[in-house]
């Protein structure tokens, strides 16, 4: 029987860590067990892999089981697996060389998995039972904490909400939930208190637009903007969304001005570390991933878990675990909001998701952007799912809904466009892209004169070629500059381009230097997806297209849009 053997690896800049263990007995033959984990949980899978490798059941039909954990920031390992299927998201970056993607990767949240798989459908792993909890917390540094009742007061989100838009003295700050499971989970709790009305949107803006002012791309930036002496808390940062595991470590460290981890209600979902199976593994590696994860099961994984802050699934401590001041014994929290039980649930939260990250996008990646207006006839159907407004009215709502989030630092343009506007011309442009510091009012009015010609068709080719060349003749580098288009119908337009024409125009207009996203909104069941398709595929630069079968629900669709737009230069 030959020793256990043990080896830590550091690939890259010593941003990964890998921790491998053969196991004790000699056998056979060998599989290799590939494990990618959040950094903080990765030390206790490690301890659990340990001691189920020096055991005898460490074999997989009497071969044995190599197991090598990596530890790897969500966001990088999220980019790399999308990058390994094929698709991008937004904001994020993989890992440099080839996407190299593990057998089993344990994420600190079910948000990455669907994240990645709403960009691609392959991406179905398996079993992603949560194998830890942490739950999201308000952190506060104490003495704000205690100035709100802390912690005999129990504070809601809503007390949140009416701070950052109150106009008091709470500087609030987060990690880029592009980037971060906890500020995304924050701000997912936020827009719930905030409502769907047009009220709670601009409710919803302001707090967006107050946390943005302080945001951090890594979570340890953030942390070292909390206060350190008692001057310092009149001035730093006084409030964000972090895991509870975050202000254990942040208070291990015994700092002047410790953190309050303040459990707001509703409880919102907690990070819950999710044992997801890759779609690739093969079956002898799926049965090693399967006796690992009930390993993680046991008793001696709990209290390593306790040993790193983190509680069990459910919310279980193991030996040692000393919650914060406050906690609930079992702190509550939602169901998690990737591992609902029907693909329905999932497409739904999702959707919430990308939705509330087409929000911060808009506030935080300020662009240019052109909006083009279908006006043809058909604008005037009626949409019974929005009390009979007319497809122009909904666009318009909806329209005008999204300029609200986007501030000062963007510019707008905007056309309209049906048949013979301008003479035989499709398009009429109405407002040149204009920063929005000094074209606001002059835009909001411009949305309201959008009336559709009551017998025009839709000269859609030839206003996508002159948008797009318009936005690329006046290109700006640091930003996304893009063309948004709405239409409800198929071109119809006598005398004007064809498809392949406009194809082929277009991809010779293409510069890589000057990179222009073409962004379609079908609006109805008429559009053609195929045709809406080949435009934008001959735009590149990441253009899109995005269908709201209900026109009444062309809001959501316009946020998902921005949440996936890319291309800044």
């Known amino acids: 029987m030959s020793a256990a053997t043990a080896s830590l690896v550091v690939i890259g800049a010593g941003s990964w860590l890998g921790y491998q263990r053969l196991s004790a007995d000699d056998c056979a033959g060998q599989v290799k067990l590939d494990v990618a984990a959040a950094t903080e949980i990765a ?25 090598g954990v990596t530890a790897v920031d969500p966001a990088v390992a999220a980019a790399t697996i999308a990058a390994k299927h094929g698709v991008g998201l937004s904001g994020l970056k993989a890992a440099p060389g080839k996407p190299t993607v593990p057998d089993v990767w344990i994420p600190d949240s079910s948000t990455w998995l669907l994240r990645v798989g709403g960009e691609a459908p392959g991406f179905v792993p398996t079993d992603n039972t949560p194998v830890a909890e942490s739950p999201v917390v308000l952190a506060m540094p ?4 205690q100035q709100l009742g802390w912690p005999a007061r129990k504070l809601k989100w809503q007390d949140l909400l009416a701070q950052l838009t109150g106009g008091n003295s709470l500087r609030p700050g987060i990690v880029d939930p592009i980037r971060d499971a906890a500020g995304l989970t924050g701000l997912l709790a936020l827009g719930g208190a905030a409502g769907s009305d047009e009220a709670g949107t601009q409710k919803k803006v302001r707090a967006l637009r107050g946390l943005a002012a302080n945001t951090s791309s890594i979570r340890q930036d953030l942390l070292e903007k909390f206060p350190r ?45 999710p044992f997801a199976v890759m779609p690739e593994v093969d079956a002898q590696k799926a049965a090693a991933a399967a006796a690992l994860h009930q390993a993680l099961r ?40 990737a591992s609902p039980g029907t693909a329905a649930a999932a497409t739904q939260a999702a959707t919430a998701i990308t939705q509330l990250l087409g929000s911060w996008a808009a506030i935080t990646q300020p662009g240019r952007v052109l909006a083009v207006f279908d006006i043809s006839g058909s604008m005037l159907k009626p949409v019974p799912t929005a009390g009979n407004l007319t497809r122009a009215e909904v666009t318009k ?38 920063p929005l510091s000094s074209g606001r009012t ?31 003749d006046g290109w700006q580098a640091g930003r996304v500059n893009s063309v948004i288009l709405f239409t409800d119908g198929v071109n119809e337009n006598d005398g004007g381009l064809e498809l392949n024409d406009l194809v082929a125009a277009l991809k010779k207009a293409r510069n890589a230097d000057k990179p222009v996203r073409v962004v379609i909104i079908g609006i109805g069941p008429e559009v053609d997806r195929n045709e809406l398709k080949a435009i934008s595929d001959a735009s590149g630069s990441a253009s899109g297209v995005f269908i709201a079968e209900d026109p009444a629900k062309i809001n959501q669709i316009f946020l998902q849009a921005i949440a996936t737009r890319t291309g800044a230069s």
């Open 43 to 67: 030390g206790a899978v490690q301890a659990a892999a340990d001691e189920w490798t020096r055991g005898k059941d460490a074999q997989v039909d009497g071969v044995c089981v190599k197991v």
């Open 397 to 434: 709502r909806a329209a005008a809904q999204g300029l609200q989030l986007f501030d000062d630092r963007w510019a707008i343009g905007v056309w309209f466009f049906a048949t013979d506007l301008v003479g035989k011309q499709a398009w009429q442009p109405k407002v040149p892209i204009t």
């Open 298 to 337: 046991g008793t001696t994984f709990l209290n390593a878990l306790a040993t790193v802050g983190l509680r069990g699934p459910g919310g279980k401590t193991g030996a040692g675990f000393t919650p914060p001041t406050g906690a609930p014994a079992v702190a509550a929290s939602a169901p998690a909001g």
């Open 442 to 472: 002059k835009l909001n009015d411009t949305l309201n004169e959008m009336k559709p010609k009551k017998n025009g068709d839709t000269g859609l080719y030839d206003t996508a070629l002159a948008a797009y060349k318009n936005v690329q």
């Open 142 to 145: 104490a003495p704000v904490a």
């Open 229 to 273: 002496t008692a001057e310092e808390v009149t001035t730093g940062l006084s409030a964000a969304p972090l895991s509870e595991e975050d202000v254990l470590a942040y208070n291990s460290n015994k700092p002047p001005i410790p953190l309050a981890a303040l459990y707001l209600d509703p409880a919102p979902a907690a990070l819950n570390y």
